[in-house]
């Protein structure tokens, strides 16, 4: 049986708890907390880096999260979350990168605005960021194209890893009105039983929020 240790609002977990739950796979998930569980001995076992998500396999442990949508595909390939020419391949796995590298990283000040940390109150920070994400988003929404999805008409890995954080944006008050096309995809996906299944609730949010800044309040 395949086990997940993940959180529910890790966009890391939530892309390998999505391709789980698109190949129809069986799996138990693990709750990690993220405010101690990640330094306890059982899981550095696991994962030195004390990161989540961690897939385990038959003992055979699996850390970062692209790295594991990999060893789904690869070992699980049907239903395929990858095309299989060269440019759409690409397309891909340039989604990825890009969300993973640029677009993810751009998107903390706007998520630590959001939560309430002092670092969202930097107002250039917070204008840099919104510049970095409009470059992400036009780069996104020019290798969609009018394609329904990353790279092929049906379900793609980009698709997952993209999609765990672009229709975060109008949350974090980065509507996505002027990226038409990703617009109409963002709401596809939320269609999807899995994002509707692995989506964080406002009351997980709220508790996460206060969670936080408890600790913060603490280690002043």
């Not at 672009?166 to 963002?186: C, G, I, K, R, S």
Request: proline share 6%.
């Amino acid at each position: 049986m395949l086990k997940l240790y993940h959180n529910h609002l890790s966009m890391n977990s939530r892309r390998v708890w999505i391709a789980l739950l698109e190949k129809k796979l069986e799996f138990d998930l693990v709750d990690i907390k993220l405010d101690g569980d990640q330094l306890q001995a059982e899981f550095l076992a696991m994962n030195p880096f004390h990161h989540i998500p961690v897939l385990v396999d038959n003992g055979f442990n699996v850390v970062e999260s692209l790295a594991i949508l990999d060893y789904l595909e690869a070992k699980y390939p049907s239903p395929s979350l990858l095309p299989s020419n060269a440019k759409d391949l690409a397309i891909v796995r340039m989604v990825e990168m890009a969300t993973v590298n640029e677009l993810v990283p751009a998107m903390n000040p706007l998520i630590y605005k959001m939560m309430g940390f002092p670092d969202g109150e930097d107002s250039q920070k917070l204008e840099q960021a919104k510049q970095k994400i409009s470059t992400g988003l036009e780069f996104l929404a020019k290798l969609l194209g009018n394609s329904p999805y990353f790279g092929s008409d049906e379900l793609t890995l980009a698709d997952i890893v993209a999609g765990c954080a672009v229709p975060l944006l109008p949350m974090l008050d980065f509507p996505l009105t002027h990226y038409q096309e990703l617009n109409v995809w963002a709401e596809r996906l939320m269609q999807r039983l899995s994002w509707q299944t692995t989506a964080p609730t406002p009351e997980l949010i709220a508790a996460f929020k206060s969670r936080m800044q408890t600790l913060m309040a603490q280690r002043q």
